[in-house]
């Protein structure tokens, strides 16, 4: 009788912890899925804007490289044309290197201080990381688009930006969490300028 009490007991405590188990587990997977999801987002984006300024320095590319303008005979602009060739060829580079940090990235880069998952601000950041790893990458998308921006009478921004999305799944402690990391960034601008209208209207934004 002792034995099957002792047995009885085991086997009681032993459905008890994995009962508890299972319930921190249900309450603290979604806030570590967040938490690895941000944090994999930040470093990502880190890494998109230094894969372009990196590129962009080793290749000395400058805006006249990139677009070409065209001027009648006052000097005023009246066609802008870009180079696809070397856009392209960057942006295939620019793709090559997020792809390859990205893999590299470990949980040194991505793991979540225990402290943090507890949601208390004295504590974040404080005590063992949470293993965090990139499980899988799909392959980065990119696309330039040309933004026009008013600067005051007679003066237009022009910059050409790029629009970086990397998917990625996380291995976290109990599964595995998806994230998608999408980032803008500068690859050239430069001023215009054009000839003063007689007239100027400036017109209010939605947000004034």
């Given at each position: ?144 688009r040309n933004v026009f921006t008013s600067e005051g009478i007679n003066q237009t921004l022009h910059q050409v930006m790029l629009d970086v999305q990397v998917e990625i799944t ?39």
């Amino acid at each position: 009788r002792r034995g099957r009490g002792l047995l009885l007991s085991a086997l009681l405590g032993v459905g008890l912890s994995l009962l508890v188990i299972t319930l921190l587990d249900s309450a603290l997977r979604p806030v570590v899925s967040t938490l690895a999801r941000a944090q994999a987002e930040n470093v990502v984006t880190g890494i998109i804007n230094d894969a372009v300024m990196e590129t962009l320095s080793a290749e000395a590319v400058a805006y006249q490289d990139l677009v070409s303008l065209e001027r009648d005979s006052n000097g005023q602009v009246t066609l802008l044309s870009t180079n696809s060739a070397k856009l392209n060829a960057l942006r295939t580079q620019i793709l090559q290197t997020i792809l390859e940090k990205v893999n590299s990235l470990d949980s040194k880069d991505l793991g979540i201080p225990l402290g943090s998952i507890t949601g208390l601000a004295t504590v974040s950041g404080w005590g063992p990381d949470l293993p965090v790893q990139v499980l899988a990458t799909a392959t980065p998308t990119a696309e330039f688009r040309n933004v026009f921006t008013s600067e005051g009478i007679n003066q237009t921004l022009h910059q050409v930006m790029l629009d970086v999305q990397v998917e990625i799944t996380l291995l976290i402690p109990g599964g595995k969490a998806d994230t998608q990391v999408s980032a803008e960034v500068c690859v050239a601008e430069t001023l215009l300028l054009g000839q003063v209208p007689d007239t100027y209207l400036e017109l209010p934004s939605a947000s004034s």
